[in-house]
């Protein structure tokens, strides 16, 4: 089955660090690039992170770079988002988003996981 | 940074009414846009790319237009499982719009 399933969330005190991990199937994970995308409470999405298929391009939002590090293990299938020095306002679901493409940028997010939640607070 | 803007944030419908979405964004992209569909509880799914290919499996109803700047996505008969909130994207950097709610009139 194609599927994207994250997993690593929990509640976090603000200044704290976590590591979110996104593990595929179904599809050749190293033939795509793969995102991480976030949805605060009652919020709209977010895109937060994005690594090319051989992780020779990397991209962030403003609201994020220098504190979160994306990163992937093709022989694992695997896709990662280390969080430091977190925020109250980091909290929210952060969905795993399959690219369309290899190359970051110009493509679609063809396929989602279902999201794993983020609480930062103390 | 471009900066993609959705109109309205919320619209109400009936079942088999024709819903016009607008999506403006700050400068040109061309056709690299997406529409998103989000029904409460689940995760985004693409509905339209390059701002008017259907993807595979979602129902002719949906399609989508425009070039450059502005863009719309148009339901033309909305159905009961079409009540959600639908987001575009542009393609480069990935940003996505504010969201518009289809609601029940």
């Known amino acids: 089955e194609v599927q994207l399933v994250e997993s690593g969330g929990g509640l976090v005190q603000p200044g704290r660090s976590l590591r979110l991990s996104c593990a595929a199937s179904?599809?050749?994970?190293?033939?795509?690039?793969m995102h991480w995308v976030r949805q605060a409470p009652g919020k709209g999405l977010e895109w937060v992170s994005g690594?090319?298929?051989?992780?020779?391009?990397?991209g962030y939002a403003d609201s994020v770079k220098g504190r979160f590090t994306i990163s992937r293990d093709n022989a694992k299938n695997s896709l990662y988002l280390q969080m430091n020095s977190l925020r109250a306002e980091d909290t929210a679901l952060y969905y795993c988003?399959?690219?369309?493409?290899?190359?970051?940028?110009?493509?679609?997010?063809?396929?989602w996981g279902r999201g794993t939640l983020v609480t930062v607070s103390s | 940074d471009i900066q993609m803007t959705q109109s309205p944030s919320s619209v109400s419908a009936s079942v088999g009414d024709r819903v016009t979405i607008t999506c403006r964004a700050s400068?040109?992209?061309?056709?690299?846009l997406a529409w998103y569909q989000q029904k409460p509880g689940k995760a985004p799914k693409l509905l339209i790319y390059?701002?008017?290919s259907l993807q595979s499996g979602v129902p002719s109803r949906f399609s989508g237009s425009g070039s450059g700047t502005d863009f719309t996505l148009t339901i033309s008969s909305l159905q009961p499982e079409d009540f959600a909130t639908y987001y575009c994207?542009?393609?480069?950097?990935?940003?996505f719009g504010g969201g518009t709610k289809v609601e029940i009139k």
């Open positions: 690594i090319s298929w051989n992780s020779g391009s990397i």
């Open positions: 400068q040109g992209i061309s056709s690299w």
């Open positions: 390059a701002a008017s």
């Open positions: 988003a399959k690219g369309s493409a290899r190359r970051l940028g110009f493509h679609y997010f063809d396929l």
């Open positions: 179904g599809f050749t994970f190293d033939d795509y690039a």
């Open positions: 994207q542009q393609a480069n950097s990935f940003t």
